[in-house]
């Protein structure tokens, strides 16, 4: 039997997850087992995920990025790692938990309003799923650099290469992924008289264009967004832990490192973190890479049953989905200079919004004062005019 096509399973084809199969009717109901398990966390942890992930990741962004000029550059990467992530969180676990509850595919809803928004709407999405495990990827370096070599910091890892260095990975998965703009477009179907559908999917008139789509492309997606990010942070994370065990370990010279860095109390939490993320990482993307070997190799074969498909591919979700949301609780976890400056932030919100409140209800009571005096003159109520 052939999984490809039944509702929620991904070969990692070329459309982007963006697929509404669920919708296709004839197909024997799902109940049970697996599929309770698999409905009740689309239903009820995704959106969990997805307060999680936000509420938590928002004020993150912000403190990361002033902590790149003040304490280390690879802030920048983990702010913009956080961002991304945000944003797959949004559209991946919130379309799923959309589809859970709706019925329908929030993602299919907006490639189908234009043959602008198919093309735009899938290259962001495709790009954003190459450049963030890539981001983590520039991580691990640092890590490595932070750690096996402390005292090069302050010249080996500066705001200036984090720039240039985003810069060269942006322009060069842009151009991986540009023909987004002329090989997918929008089109219609008939599927009777009164009912037509939109779809979104590779409109590019070509049989060689056609067989690579087809053949080599999932192969190429694999490689860049899962096996070759996750190889190149183990072999870093091995040389990391190799050199712990084997080699002395370089002190780091503080009083030297004061110079170029105004943190650097935080800048030992923060390189810990970062760490942290990076096998974090690795851990969740060793799954999702055997997830996808087996989806490559078993495509078109009925050698899995369909219970074991699901079983994998919510496993594989949940891994991923609780990476790209509870990262941001490390942070909350294992750095007092963070926990120290959302302190300070919320302490200065509630502030201000108890003097807007103590200054709104003393205008109150003196428009009420005048209003009152206005409409009986002879109450006996004078109000003070003196500055």
Not at 168 to 189: D, M, S
């Amino acid at each position: 039997m052939d999984y490809s096509n039944l509702p929620g399973y991904d070969y990692g084809n070329y459309t982007l997850d963006l697929t509404d199969g669920f919708l296709i009717e004839d197909y024997p109901p799902l109940e049970g087992g697996i599929h309770s398990v698999k409905t009740t966390v689309e239903t009820y942890v995704y959106p969990l995920f997805l307060f999680l992930g936000t509420l938590l990741t928002l004020p993150l962004i912000i403190l990361l990025y002033r902590f790149s000029y003040v304490v280390w550059s690879s802030c920048f990467f983990l702010s913009i790692t956080l961002i991304l992530d945000l944003v797959l969180l949004c559209v991946f676990c919130g379309n799923d938990w959309y589809i859970a509850v709706y019925q329908k595919s929030l993602s299919n809803d907006i490639v189908s309003m234009s043959n602008a928004s198919c093309k735009v709407y899938s290259f962001l999405i495709s790009f954003i799923k190459y450049l963030s495990p890539w981001v983590m990827v520039v991580i691990s370096v640092d890590v490595f650099i932070s750690m096996n070599y402390p005292n090069r910091i302050y010249w080996m890892c500066t705001r200036e290469r984090a720039n240039a260095t985003l810069l060269l990975i942006v322009v060069l998965l842009t151009f991986i992924n540009l023909h987004y703009f002329w090989t997918f477009g929008l089109t219609e179907k008939n599927i009777d008289m009164f009912q037509v559908i939109r779809l979104c999917h590779l409109t590019y008139q070509d049989r060689t264009m056609e067989v690579f789509t087809e053949k080599v492309q999932p192969y190429i997606d694999f490689l860049f967004t899962k096996l070759i990010p996750f190889l190149v942070t183990s072999i870093f994370l091995f040389i990391v832990a190799f050199s712990y065990c084997t080699k002395p370990r370089q002190k780091f010279d503080i009083h030297h490192l004061k110079n170029y860095f105004l943190e650097v109390e935080a800048l030992f939490q923060m390189r810990i973190l970062a760490l942290i993320l990076c096998i974090w990482f690795a851990v969740v993307y060793l799954y999702r890479s055997v997830h996808e070997v087996l989806a490559l190799k078993f495509r078109n074969s009925d050698t899995l049953a369909y219970e074991t498909v699901v079983t994998i591919e919510v496993t594989d979700k949940l891994l991923y989905y609780s990476f790209l949301s509870c990262k941001s609780l490390l942070f909350y976890i294992f750095s007092a200079k963070v926990r120290r400056y959302i302190k300070e932030w919320v302490v200065g919100g509630y502030r201000a919004m108890t003097r807007r409140s103590h200054h709104y209800k003393k205008t109150q009571q003196s428009q009420n004062l005048i209003q009152e005096s206005e409409e009986n003159p002879d109450s006996g109520i004078k109000l003070s005019t003196d500055v």
